[in-house]
């Protein structure tokens, strides 16, 4: 019964998306997946918390998270979004089989924050029953100003 009520509300869904062509309206098969407790799997993360150390303001650094699949249905990252505007998340598009691994990536520009120790999350959606809301974080220092070249005589 519960597989015919999925199918129903995923024929139902698709045919509203189709009707409205709004981009923004998109609906990916992980969306259904994410939402169905009987595709729910297990994800490890083998980087949640990392520190990038000390930069100076003016760089960026690109703070990678890998996680594994460690269930037995596809793992879907469904919503991967920065937590604020000096970092652009990107991730493991499509399904990641049951063994496989994937990342989160966050390019962080220091440009657009304050000197002294950052704390900063990414959140993460994924088709898990363990709190389907993962957030991972990154800190590290960022010192001064990026020193100008000198030009020589």
């Known amino acids: 019964m519960k597989r015919i009520a999925s199918m129903a509300i995923l024929l139902l869904s698709l045919h509203l998306v189709a009707c409205d062509q709004k981009p923004e309206n998109k609906v990916t098969i992980g969306d259904f997946t994410a939402a169905d407790s009987a595709n729910f799997t ?22 990678t998270f890998r996680m594994k699949n460690i269930g037995n249905k596809p793992l879907f990252l469904t919503n991967v979004k920065a937590g604020c505007g000096c970092t652009v998340a ?4 499509g399904a990641i089989a049951p063994g496989g691994e994937g990342m989160v990536t966050g390019e962080f520009d220091s ?15 994924t088709n898990t029953p363990n709190g389907m809301n993962q957030t ?18």
Do not use: C, R, Y
């Open 42 to 63: 297990q994800v490890q993360w083998l980087d949640s918390a990392v520190n990038f150390g000390t930069m100076q303001m003016g760089e960026t650094k690109t703070i």
């Open 136 to 153: 991972l974080v990154f800190t590290g220092k960022i010192e001064g100003h990026k020193a100008l070249p000198v030009e020589k005589k």
């Open 90 to 93: 990107d991730f493991t598009k």
């Open 111 to 125: 440009n657009k924050s304050q000197t002294g120790e950052v704390h900063k999350s990414i959140f993460v959606t």
